[in-house]
């Protein structure tokens, strides 16, 4: 999907992998999950946005990452996705600006490695989606009731 919107793609990989399917960057910040994997991209790069996409979302399609992309705002620590009916913002569905990388620094150094908190408390374009195109895959099950539904 990213590729497909011209944008270079990157996967996030333990500081201990590779691969040789996918260009990659390492976890520099290591145990932290996903902060840790947006704060190595802007270790890797410091000075561009990133666009943040976790791998457990099976509905995210091509409109909606168009939708995130024209509604990018710059001047804004990040543009994030949230579901109408959800009350916080999708930290995994998100750009990130250059200027959220101190930001998350910050709560590192305070003990903090959620990046949802770090959105919830900063400037935040926020885009409302259904919350279908939102749905995570954390199961087995899951996996097998998605295939089911994406034939």
């Known amino acids: ?3 497909k919107n011209l944008l270079k793609t990157y996967v996030s990989v333990a500081v201990d992998q590779t691969s ?3 260009d990659y960057i390492q976890d ?7 902060f840790g994997a947006v704060c ?3 270790q890797y790069d410091p000075n561009k946005a990133w666009l943040v996409l976790a ?4 509905f995210v399609n091509n409109d ?6 024209k509604r990018r705002n710059p001047t804004k620590v990040a543009t994030a996705v949230k579901g109408k009916s959800k009350e916080f913002v999708e930290p995994l569905i998100a750009i990130y600006e250059p200027k959220a990388y101190p930001k998350l620094l910050s709560y590192l150094a305070q003990g903090y490695s959620c990046p949802r908190k770090v959105l919830i408390n900063s400037d ?9 195109l939102i749905r995570n895959i954390n199961t087995p099950e899951e996996y097998q009731q998605v295939l089911k539904e994406l034939k």
């Open 55 to 58: 791998a457990d979302l099976p």
């Open 124 to 132: 935040v374009e926020i885009v409302e989606v259904d919350d279908e």
């Open 28 to 34: 520099r910040f290591v145990d932290l999950g996903a």
């Open 1 to 3: 999907l990213l590729e």
């Open 20 to 22: 040789e399917k996918y």
């Open 40 to 42: 190595s991209a802007f």
């Open 64 to 69: 909606l990452i168009q939708l995130l992309l």
